[in-house]
């Protein structure tokens, strides 16, 4: 399974960095998830480690007492050569329903105009892919997600806005993503999605999980205000499939 | 409880920190300067996890509503219990009624007042520490109840302690960040050679120093940050996470402080002066 070399790194008192090739790549992904999974479940599972993936690294922090940089890279050698015995990861494809409708998806006709393209047209493009999870960081829930359609590629806003409503869908770059919160944001505003990226009452806040894939799907206004109140309500169910490569 | 008849400048209430969600993106958060709330909570005979206020330069005006046993550490803002002088690392024991106001700031910028058994606002995550889209309240605001339990029958071991505060220190250890060997001689020599200044861009964030150092044209792919990395900007400007810092990020993370320069920068402010010194 160990496809990649890796390198490892020291990252001050209370961290270990371990990076793969510098590429995004959905197979360098797929080790760097299968090797955390036995890095979780077998080797390092007694101790209060926290693990972030991202994109081609995942970074092991153990804020109790500092780490034993030598040491424990050969360890990490050691056991990137083992035979994982853990099953991968299961990565779900999470359908994510989003309204495009002008009231929410503030720059779609501006979007339109930069690409040449009708506004159906990038809905259509939009939700023809299934994107990969790389990453959460940015905010709580903040999904980097991979595999955007060439045609949909803008750049940022050239003035941020000081306010993006919760559940913004937006285009950046290669990126696409949703705004989990309220909060300042220079991403061009397609549409919104009616479902918490990242909710404090749930035992598990954030479903969704690096690895696992997003669908988009479109929805009417009407549909949208009522999965917002099914969702306030703790009733809205997710549509999902387990996903195989 | 204690009523919060004036907020202050940015007041809010942090334990240890939230652990276990860097993963979904969620900060660490906790008090920004461990050294000194530890020691607070330490005097008190508080478990390790209680939760303590923290005060940021100017101090609010609070009143306590039931007794017990304070005690404040951190930043020195001329406290004062019902208008007598009260000092730092010192026990004070409080009745119902009396107030608590600041003045003037003497030394450091973030003060911490604790109280027998912490303050109890609720536990979000595993943790009461402050943070915007986790707890309710981001920061103290006037009027606000933080709640916490009546204690008269505590029989303090030590009613007082000698800290020596970490004020004057300007030096900050580090040791090398992952994309530390990116860097050229010239970006080596302004990082070390010379002092940094704070900017006025600090808050629980991040810290933002003042000069710029040569600057880069280094890509990476977006991966995980930690309180007390050194990210450098392509334009040459560098910025120190904090305890609310973002989880992940996309500029060189060059350092990365020691324990203990965290909380010796987050007593610093505006305009102080600052010098890495790398750790062997």
Known sequence: MNLYSISIRSYGP???????????????????????????????????WEMVPAYNSVTLIYRDAPIDFKKFKAMLIEWYADVWEVQPQQ??????????????????????????????????????QNYTLYGIGFLPGFMYLGGLPTQLEIPRRSQPRA????????????????????????????????????????EEPCFIKVGDKVQFYEIEKAEHDLYKIEEEVGIYKLEKEVWHA | MLKVLKAGLFTTVQ?????????KG?????????????????????????????ITMTGPKLKFEAPT??????????????????????????????????GKLQNGFRAYLAVRNGFETPVVLGSRSYFKGITKKNHVSDGDIIPYSEDTGFQPKIME???????????????????????????????????????????????????????????????ATLPGTVQFTPAGKLIVLMKDGQTTGGYPRILQLSDDAINIITQKKFGDKVKFKLLR
């Open chain 1, 163 to 202: 306010k993006v409503e919760k559940g913004s869908v937006g285009l950046a770059g290669k990126q696409t993503g949703i705004y989990p919160q309220l909060s300042p944001g220079g991403w061009n505003i397609i549409g919104n999605c009616p479902i918490n990226m990242f909710n404090v009452k749930k």
């Open chain 1, 14 to 48: 209370h961290a270990i960095l371990i990076e793969w090739p510098n590429r995004v790549e959905e197979a360098i992904l797929e080790n760097i998830l299968h090797f955390t999974n036995y890095l979780k479940e077998v080797k390092l599972k007694e101790d209060n």
């Open chain 2, 69 to 102: 046993y304070i005690c404040l550490g951190g930043a020195e803002i001329s406290a004062k219990l019902n208008e007598q002088p009260i000092v730092n690392y010192t026990l004070v024991k409080v009745a119902k009624g009396d107030i608590l106001t600041y």
């Open chain 2, 161 to 223: 302690m000698k800290v020596n505060s970490t004020f004057d220190q300007t030096q900050l250890g580090v040791t090398p960040g992952p994309e530390y060997e990116m860097l050229s001689d010239k970006q080596l020599e302004y990082l070390f050679a010379k002092g940094f200044t704070i900017s006025n861009e600090n808050n629980r964030m991040a810290y933002q120093l003042e000069e710029m150092i040569p600057g880069h044209e280094i890509s990476m792919l977006t991966s």
């Open chain 2, 15 to 23: 334990d240890k920190g939230r652990y276990g969600y860097l993963n």
């Open chain 1, 91 to 128: 990565r779900i494809v999470w359908k994510l329903p989003v309204c495009y409708h002008r009231e929410f998806g503030i720059d779609l006709d501006l979007v339109s105009e930069k690409l040449n393209l009708t506004p159906k047209e990038i809905i259509q493009q939009h939700t023809s």
């Open chain 2, 26 to 54: 969620v900060p660490v958060a906790g008090y920004m300067d461990q050294f000194s709330a530890v020691k607070v909570n330490n005097l008190l005979g508080n478990p390790k996890n209680a939760a303590v206020i923290e």
